[in-house]
């Protein structure tokens, strides 16, 4: 009889054992069974050119307190040059350096749902595409000083973003290739491509890049400059006028290819208050 009362105590130990260690139990994961922690609510994202990621800070567990997180900045992106810290009007954070900054995760004793905070990453249009933030929980602690824990399990300590699209640094220099269409045909074009800096705005829109001749002939004997933006997946933006002569306009549309860094614009020109031409610009970078 004690042999099978021991056998039966184990048993009931070695099964309370393995509930405390499951993971997947639905109260552990609401961390009633762990110290107070923080974690990112992704361990991963993407940041494209020209967008703001949003890299929220989550307090999973019920401290009745204000809690500081501080974050690091590692990865192969630059501080300042692929990315930045920026505040919800998307002014650059003074507070946010190379070495990182800190969040604060108030206390709201009406929440009903978990405390947070975000960190906003700006890219920028001439971001390296293919680096990666590492953005990683150093550490957190209450108000009162109670240290929490960062990330969960050791999960979601950190949050890679990795820069993906265009890579906008490669696309100034010098382009050549052919125009076609009315006011001649060429295979001699040839055009200079400039990051413009600070960016040309135009008609409430601010635009990247500029192209000194977009005909690449010169209509009427005269060069025309343009503004253009270029999307993530290559769709070319411009406005309707030059930037340097707003007498002249057009309908510009166009794509870039990122892969052969080659420019195509499809141009209706309106200039002078006459119906104009139409004609297609094929370009690529020397």
């Known amino acids: 009889m004690k042999i099978i009362k021991t056998i039966g105590a184990l048993v009931a130990v070695a099964a309370i054992a393995s509930g405390c260690n499951d993971i997947t139990n639905p109260v552990e994961q609401q961390g009633q069974l762990l110290g107070p922690y923080v974690r990112w609510t992704d361990s991963t994202d993407i940041g494209t050119p020209q967008s703001t990621v949003y890299a929220i800070i989550q307090l999973p567990t ?51 749902t978990f405390g947070r905070d975000t960190v906003r990453l700006y890219i920028p249009v001439d971001a390296t595409v293919g ?61 200079t491509i400039a990051k413009a800096d600070p960016p040309i705005s135009q008609g409430g829109t601010d635009y990247d890049f500029t192209i000194d001749d977009y005909t690449g002939v010169g209509l009427f004997g ?19 006028s030059s930037y340097d002569d707003a007498t002249v306009t057009s309908d510009v549309t166009g794509t870039f290819n990122p892969g052969t860094l080659t420019l195509t614009l499809n141009v209706t020109l309106t200039c002078c208050g006459a119906a104009g031409g139409q004609y297609t610009l094929t370009v690529t970078k020397q």
């Open 131 to 191: 680096d990666t933030i590492d953005v990683q929980i150093a550490d957190a602690q209450t108000a009162s000083g109670e240290v929490v824990a960062p990330g969960y399990i050791s999960d979601y300590q950190h949050m890679l973003v990795g820069i993906v699209g265009v890579d906008y640094a490669a696309i100034p220099g010098t382009y050549a290739g052919s125009h076609v269409g009315d006011f001649g045909s060429t295979d001699q074009a040839q055009v």
């Open 222 to 240: 005269v060069p025309i400059a343009w503004a253009f933006n270029v999307a993530v997946d290559g769709t070319v933006t411009a406005p309707s």
């Open 62 to 112: 019920r401290v009745e307190e204000d809690v500081t997180v501080d974050y690091t900045f590692g990865g192969d992106a630059v501080y300042g040059q692929d990315f930045y810290a920026v505040d919800a009007d998307g002014n650059e954070r003074t507070d946010v350096t190379a070495s990182g900054g800190t969040a604060t995760i108030k206390y709201d004793p009406d929440q009903t």
